[in-house]
């Protein structure tokens, strides 16, 4: 099987590194830069159509990359949906960060590039990381072009998120219970991981690795995902 993980919003396919799911291909595309107010459903369609992912891949992705994943999973046929700190809907993102949003459109792109992704407060929210892997993490949002971020915002609050009835293949859902970007589902829904924050794949890629290996290659997991 192959899987298509695609990255949070100003990260990359370095966020999966040590993730690790024998007899799986693990597949970290890059994101294409949306056009001016495209919104989430067209981005997703554009971007299934660009890696012709079909009915025997399974698609997944961590934070915005897992909405991506939903939107792809609810709109053509894939054999599984793997949601890694992600969610099903922007309800499920704390609704000050709707706020924080519009204000951000406000802030010209020269200060919004230069804005200090390293301060206590912002790295906090993304749970506890080593010095190697804040390092990694400020590299890679470094790297991440304003364009991207204020259009991946936008679409991501401008996006209705979808039911989980509009999806006929497996969810299968790994969250850390500690995570302040997205809100942690219910143990019903998700495996959840005690004492960890936002970037499990970062964090934690062996209990990843372990989780996608389990679900992905168990006997029937693309059959249709129960109510």
Not at 22 to 46: D, H, K, M, N, W
Not at 57 to 70: K, N
Not at 81 to 110: F, K, Q
Request: charged share 20%; with cysteine; net charge positive.
């Amino acid at each position: 099987m192959k899987l298509i993980l695609l990255p949070g919003l100003g990260a990359d396919g370095r966020l999966f590194d040590g993730v690790r799911c024998p007899g799986t291909e693990i597949v970290t595309p890059a994101f294409p830069e949306p056009a001016p107010r495209q919104s989430l459903p067209s981005y997703a369609r554009a971007l299934a159509d660009r890696l012709w992912i079909g009915p025997g891949d399974a698609v997944g992705g961590a934070s915005f990359g897992g909405f991506v994943a939903a939107e792809i999973a609810a709109r053509r046929p894939v054999a599984a949906l793997v949601l890694i700190g992600s969610a099903l809907s922007p309800r499920e993102v704390p609704s000050y960060y709707a706020v924080l949003e519009g204000l951000s459109r406000l802030v010209p792109d020269g200060v919004f590039a230069r804005a200090p992704r390293n301060h206590p407060l912002v790295l906090a929210k993304f749970g506890r990381l080593t010095a190697t892997q804040r390092a990694l993490f400020l590299e890679m949002a470094g790297r991440a072009s304003p364009a991207l971020l204020r259009r991946g915002m936008r679409m991501i609050f401008g996006w209705k998120g979808v039911d989980r009835a509009e999806i006929a293949c497996p969810i299968h859902r790994i969250h850390g219970r500690l995570d302040r970007l997205i809100r942690p589902p219910s143990a019903r829904e998700a495996e959840l991981i005690e004492g960890v924050g936002h970037l499990i794949s970062m964090t934690n890629p062996g209990r990843v690795g372990r989780f996608l290996a389990e679900r992905l290659q168990r006997k029937g997991s693309t059959g249709r995902n129960p109510p």
